[in-house]
C-alpha cells in the first residue's frame, strides 16, 4: 500500500524505529527525549498524534510530547481556538504521562493562504509563519523533531486544492518526508506526506477512536462567505466556545474529508488484503 514511501526509510540509522500502522510505517528515533507536533483540530493532525503516543507506548520510550498550537482566522472562524483545545483535552486525557505542554501562537489572517494565496517559492504566509515558528520551538523548546501532519491530496478532486499537496511518492525522496533542520538539531518529519485523508480517517474506524474523529473540524467555512455559517454565527463577537456551528458542506475540506468517508470499506478491504 505504502510500498514506495516506506522503502525511503531504509538507510536511516539503526536507531530509528520503524512503526507499521496498517501499511504505513512512521519513523521515530528511539534516543529523542522531547519531540513537537503541530496539532490544528483538524482529523490528519489529532490522528499523527494519537499514533505518535502509541509508538512511545508500544515502545516503552521516556520520550515527551510538546503540542504546536497556530491560532488562525480568529475573526472569520472564531471556534478553531475551541476545537484546538478539545481535541487537545482529549489527547492528554487519553495520554497524561506522554504530553508535556500546549503552545499556543497565531497566524495572521492577512497572510493565511485562502487570502493572498502562494507569496514565496509557492509557499503561502501561513505556511512560511509555521515553518518558521517549528524551528524556532526547535531551538528553543529544545524539541529533538518537530512532527507536521499535511497529507496528500486525492486525485484532481477541486481546482482550488493547495498544489503543492499534490506530489506522489514516485517523483518524491527521504526529504520530504525527513528532514535535518539547516541550523538547529532538529528532525523536521512529514509521515503523512504521501498518504491520503481517506486511509487517515479509516484509522480511527480501525483504532476505535471515533470520538476523538468527531470532535476534529475539517470545515473551513467562514462567516464571510458561508450564508449557514454566518446565520449560526454573525460576528467573532457574538461566538461564545461551545456554541454549535454547522458545516459549510462548500469548502474544498468540506469536500476531501465527506470523499474520504467514502471510501473507508474500500481502505479497510485494500489493508486487510496486505
Not at 514506495?4 to 538507510?11: A, G, I, P
Not at 527521504?174 to 533542520?181: A, E, K, M, Q
Request: glycine share 6%; with cysteine.
Amino acid at each position: 500500500m505504502f510500498e514506495k514511501n516506506n522503502n525511503f526509510y531504509k538507510d536511516l540509522p539503526d536507531n530509528v524505529l520503524l512503526t507499521n500502522f496498517n501499511g504505513l510505517e512512521i519513523p521515530f528515533d528511539k534516543t529523542w527525549k522531547r519531540i513537537g507536533v503541530n496539532l490544528s483540530g483538524g482529523a490528519d493532525s489529532a490522528l499523527l498524534t494519537y499514533l505518535l503516543c502509541k509508538i512511545i507506548d508500544i515502545h516503552d520510550l521516556d520520550t515527551q510530547v510538546d503540542i504546536i498550537t497556530y491560532q488562525r482566522c480568529w475573526e472569520t472562524r472564531p471556534w478553531q481556538g475551541y476545537v484546538a483545545q478539545q481535541v487537545y483535552m482529549w489527547l492528554i486525557n487519553k495520554f497524561p504521562k506522554t504530553i508535556h505542554k500546549r503552545h499556543l501562537t497565531y497566524i495572521p489572517p492577512e497572510l493565511e493562504h485562502g487570502v493572498i494565496g502562494p507569496i514565496v517559492n509557492g509557499r503561502s504566509g501561513d505556511q512560511i509563519i509555521v515553518g518558521s515558528y517549528n524551528k524556532f520551538a526547535a531551538w528553543n523548546y529544545k524539541l529533538d523533531a518537530v512532527f507536521n501532519a499535511t497529507s496528500k491530496n486525492p486525485d484532481d478532486l477541486r481546482e482550488d486544492r493547495m498544489k503543492n499537496r499534490d506530489k506522489d511518492a514516485e517523483d518524491g525522496n527521504l526529504i520530504d518526508l525527513w528532514r535535518p533542520s539547516k541550523g538547529v538539531e532538529c528532525i523536521f518529519v512529514h509521515p503523512f506526506k504521501f498518504v491520503k485523508k481517506d486511509w487517515i480517517v479509516t484509522q480511527y474506524h480501525l483504532y476505535n477512536i471515533l470520538d476523538l474523529y468527531y470532535t476534529t473540524r475539517s470545515c473551513e467555512g467562514d462567516i464571510n462567505h458561508h450564508d449557514n455559517v454566518r446565520e449560526a454565527v454573525p460576528s467573532f463577537k457574538a461566538y461564545r466556545d461551545g456554541m454549535p456551528v454547522p458545516e459549510c458542506k462548500q469548502c474544498w475540506w468540506c469536500e476531501e474529508r465527506a470523499w474520504a468517508e467514502s471510501q473507508v470499506d474500500n481502505v479497510i478491504k485494500e489493508i486487510d488484503e496486505l
